[in-house]
């Protein structure tokens, strides 16, 4: 009785952990694309307004 007690346990924590580390893996993943995005107009910004002004 306590081995499957025990089972059930480690496999409900084992479905949580997995759940988790997805979850965080997709809020990593955005932040790594707004993270990009916002570095591409911070690097791009300057390029584009001396582009701009230069014409």
Known sequence: MRYT?????A???ATFDR???TA???GLRL???VGVIVG????LG??????????
């Open 5 to 9: 007690e025990t089972a059930e346990t």
């Open 40 to 43: 591409a107009i911070i690097t």
């Open 46 to 55: 300057p390029l584009a307004a001396t582009a701009l002004l230069s014409h």
């Open 19 to 21: 759940g988790t580390a």
């Open 24 to 26: 965080r893996d997709g």
């Open 31 to 33: 932040l790594d694309c």
């Open 11 to 13: 496999r409900d924590f």
